[in-house]
């Protein structure tokens, strides 16, 4: 069993910056993926970005791509997303994923494994 523990929300005006962590207790592989999905209210869950721990691989979401970066330390078992330019549409609970790498090209909900508890983000305009 894996155990996902998120931290780093938070309000924060258009145009600022936050930084969310996620840490992995429990068993994980080197061939597990992690990364995030946000779920704003009355919309689906959806994918922001995927990170696979045997090559550092990512994958984003068009919707953040050169705004939003994942990092990682390995021997933390840790992922690190750091959120730049923030909108009032980046408005969200964003989650933790993690799971054998697969989920990282499919995107979706059903592929991932293990879920943070969530984490929420507010961008104000």
């Known amino acids: 069993q894996v155990q996902l523990v998120e931290s780093g929300g938070g309000l924060v005006q258009a145009g600022g910056s936050l930084r969310l962590s996620c840490a992995a207790s429990g068993r994980t592989f080197p061939r597990y993926a992690m990364g995030w999905f946000r779920q704003a209210p009355g919309k689906e869950r959806e994918f922001i970005v995927g990170?696979?721990?045997?090559?550092?691989?990512?994958n984003y979401a068009d919707s953040v791509k050169g705004r939003f970066t994942i990092s990682g330390d390995n021997n933390k078992n840790t992922v690190f997303l750091q959120m730049n330019s923030l909108k009032p549409e980046d408005t969200a609970v964003y989650y933790c994923?993690?799971?054998?790498?697969?989920?990282?090209?499919?995107?979706?909900?059903?592929?991932?494994?293990?879920w943070g508890q969530g984490t929420q983000v507010t961008v104000s305009s």
């Open positions: 990170m696979r721990w045997s090559d550092g691989s990512t």
């Open positions: 994923a993690a799971g054998q790498t697969g989920w990282d090209i499919s995107r979706t909900i059903y592929d991932v494994s293990y």
